[in-house]
């Protein structure tokens, strides 16, 4: 018979949970203090290991065992998705084949809090034997990793939270060293926003640094008319590209005015067909610029109450954006 599920009702002991928040007071009070001693600590070896990664010609292969495996496994993401080629192999794996991952003109960043973790052994020796540049992140500084390593990168000396020494203060130094260590070469590469979307096309993200330009329509499909040309054939034009407007270019190909369905509305109670477009067409019109945010554009396009924006480019039209493109894009 399958157990009945019952919901269960929880109620707060007092003195329970003021021990409870105690804890949890104590655990991110050592954290904070750990995060502030490593800021007061990092030196002339942090440097030299953004010198080194900067200027690798191959990549930045990221190791460790356990708790600290988890954490260089998150270094590695981070690194790859800020500009800096980077990718995780497991101790164990190394030993039983990834080794040949690594090649000439990578570098090796070794996690360990021990500095003496064993599954590490034969990773360390390979990059001695060939010469791979070895960085070693370690709470010990007199440790197998760190005498091996060519840069230590040591945190400081404090305690665990927890009472047993599980892995808990030691792994948050080392995942914001991580941290820093991608925001230093970020900046340092002059890693933008263009490149970031790049290696982010999926993510909220990168939803959010999609320009005008990833999302407008262009060269054929942009509407456009003249000035004298009677207004029976700018809404044939209108009808034929769908966006319900059309562009007015005067004689130097600049953008001289729109034709919206607003406008055939406000003349329909004339000869409209036989009207020319420069009668209709309302002038200076609102526009965009292809390297302006999709979401700039969105905000604007709800400011000013339209749905379709011509991109303008010095006053020439190089495309023409609607917000039905931006919301199926996922920029909100």
């Not at 599954?119 to 760190?146: C, H, N, Q, W």
């Not at 009677?230 to 005067?250: H, Q, R």
């Not at 953008?255 to 067909?273: K, N, P, W």
């Not at 010095?314 to 894009?329: K, S």
Request: net charge negative; proline share 5%.
């Amino acid at each position: 018979m399958a157990p009945s599920l019952q919901a269960t009702k929880v109620t707060a002991d007092p003195d329970s949970g003021q021990a409870d928040l105690t804890v949890a007071r104590r655990v991110l009070n050592q954290a904070g203090d750990g995060l502030s001693m490593m800021a007061d600590e990092l030196g002339d070896e942090f440097v030299k290991c953004i010198e080194l990664v900067s200027g690798l010609d191959g990549r930045l292969i990221v190791s460790g065992m356990g708790k600290s495996g988890h954490i260089g496994n998150k270094i590695a993401a981070t690194l790859a998705s800020t500009g800096t080629p980077a990718f995780f192999v497991h101790p164990g794996e190394a030993s039983h084949g990834d080794l040949g991952m690594i090649a000439d003109g990578d570098a090796v960043l070794a996690l360990s809090n021990s500095g003496e973790t064993p599954e590490l052994s034969d990773l360390v020796s390979y990059t001695r034997r060939f010469g791979i540049p070895l960085i070693g992140m370690t709470g010990k500084r007199k440790s197998t990793l760190a005498e091996q390593s060519d840069i230590v990168l040591c945190l400081p000396n404090i305690n665990e939270a927890s009472p047993h020494g599980s892995p808990t203060t030691s792994t948050t130094l080392m995942i914001t060293l991580g941290d820093a260590l991608a925001v230093a070469l970020l900046e340092r590469r002059g890693f933008t926003a263009d490149d970031y979307r790049l290696f982010h096309p999926g993510g909220k993200i990168g939803k959010s640094l999609f320009k005008v330009a990833d999302l407008m329509h262009k060269d054929d499909e942009i509407p456009l008319t003249r000035p004298n040309s009677l207004m029976s054939d700018t809404i044939l034009t209108m009808t034929e590209k769908t966006f319900g407007i059309a562009g007015v270019l005067d004689t130097a190909g600049k953008l001289a005015g729109i034709v919206t369905d607003g406008d055939l509305r406000r003349h329909m109670d004339g000869q409209l067909v036989d009207m020319s477009t420069s009668d209709v067409m309302t002038t200076n019109p609102k526009t965009v610029g292809p390297n302006m945010l999709a979401a700039e554009a969105l905000r604007l396009m709800n400011e000013w109450k339209v749905t379709c924006l011509f991109v303008v480019e010095e006053g020439t039209p190089v495309g023409i954006l609607r917000m039905h493109d931006i919301l199926r894009a996922g920029v909100v």
